[in-house]
């Protein structure tokens, strides 16, 4: 009975473990792109508290970010800003996109609350074509804004996530990523 009910806890911990592995696009060839891209915020160091300014807690304005480093051949940069600790950092279950962004320029960074021209924003796990910033119901999460250089231009206009990866498969050169974290104050 004891070996049983081990192993069915075995079997639940790598079900909820396998809902939130995260899927990444490919290079060309199929292969892993290179982490080669630096992505930084003028609002928080890498892993440190984003302000709550950014936050469902103030005015849940998109924080700045910047990136550097994508090849020359790049035509395009993409961004996804997603949460893996989704709902309780303790047991999570699956990965809150928070932003789905194409059509970013190669050499760019994005100013607090605004996207430059020519940028086309994907649904975020709220269904919204928006930046949704961090609400963690309870602890403190982490969130992830990784940054993609692609080959091609890519529309994100009305793509989530799934859909935004399997448009990028093949075209990433080089990647790049910052964390942050939050855990709300009420």
Not at 25 to 52: C, D, L, R, W, Y
Not at 133 to 157: E, M, N, Q, S, W
Not at 162 to 175: C, E, F, I, S, T
């Amino acid at each position: 009975m004891r070996i049983a009910a081990v192993a069915i806890a075995l079997i639940a911990c790598g079900k909820a473990e396998a809902n939130v592995k995260d899927v990444e696009p490919k290079a060309p060839g199929g292969k892993a792109a290179a982490n080669t891209i630096t992505v930084k915020s003028s609002a928080f160091e890498a892993n440190g508290s984003i302000p709550s300014e950014h936050t469902c807690e103030g005015a849940d304005r998109s924080p700045p970010i910047a990136w550097e480093g994508a090849p020359a051949e790049a035509k395009s940069v993409a961004l996804i800003v997603d949460d893996p600790d989704a709902p309780d950092p303790a047991a999570p279950k699956r990965i809150w996109v928070h932003w789905v962004v194409g059509g970013l320029p190669v050499a760019g960074a994005i100013e607090a609350g605004s996207l430059p021209a020519g940028a086309k924003v994907g649904k975020n796990d709220w269904g919204k074509a928006a930046w949704g910033g961090p609400c963690p119901p309870i602890g403190r999460h982490r969130y992830f804004f990784k940054v993609y250089a692609l080959d091609a231009a890519i529309d994100a206009t009305g793509l989530d996530k799934a859909a935004l990866v399997k448009a990028m498969d093949g075209h990433v050169l080089a990647r790049g990523e910052l964390i942050g974290t939050y855990q709300k104050k009420k």
